[in-house]
């Protein structure tokens, strides 16, 4: 008898099976990471955006801030809000109108000494909702002198 022998079908057969299941496992690792680097990217730019937006508010100083606003991102206090895009070199342009911009910024300054200041930052999400979720939210406070 010749020892000889190829494969047969069923070890073919367990021999796919295996391989189809371990390609599946490392395509899955794929879409897991695209997901979470989008994450991470948002986060970034919340954390930014958010502490842009309390360095300019800090650094106006109590006398040019009035208290009030709100971190309710489907109702926006006028002039206490802003929506950002950010373009391909990094230019960050805001405006209170154009309601499609990828990220929302909030403010709330409150009306006792030491100011309180919470800001808030929300993003567009994917998906049929497309409604703003928050990303980060800082708070702060503000004293007139040392």
């Given at each position: 008898m010749s020892s000889n022998r190829g494969f047969s079908?069923?070890?073919t057969m367990i021999?796919?099976?295996?391989?189809?299941?371990?390609?599946?496992?490392?395509?899955?690792?794929f879409s897991y990471s695209i997901r979470t680097?989008?994450?991470?990217?948002q986060m970034t730019t919340g954390?930014?955006?958010?502490?842009?937006?309390?360095?300019?508010?800090?650094?106006?100083?109590?006398?040019?801030l009035t208290a009030g606003g709100g971190l309710d991102s489907s109702s926006p206090t006028a002039n206490y809000f802003e929506?950002?895009?950010i373009s391909t070199s990094g230019a960050l342009t805001t405006d209170t109108v154009?309601?499609?911009?990828?990220?929302?910024?909030?403010?709330?300054?409150?009306?006792?000494?030491?100011?309180?200041?919470t800001?808030?930052?929300y993003a567009q999400r994917g998906g049929v909702s497309g409604q703003m979720a928050e990303l980060i939210r800082t708070t702060t406070s503000l004293t007139s002198g040392f």
């Open positions: 079908l069923i070890e021999a796919t099976v295996v391989l189809v299941t371990g390609l599946l496992a490392v395509a899955s690792l680097n989008m994450y991470t990217e954390i930014l955006l958010a502490n842009t937006t309390m360095e300019g508010l800090r650094s106006t100083g109590m006398s040019g929506y950002v895009s154009t309601t499609t911009a990828p990220y929302l910024t909030l403010w709330m300054i409150s009306d006792a000494n030491p100011l309180i200041i800001v808030a930052v």
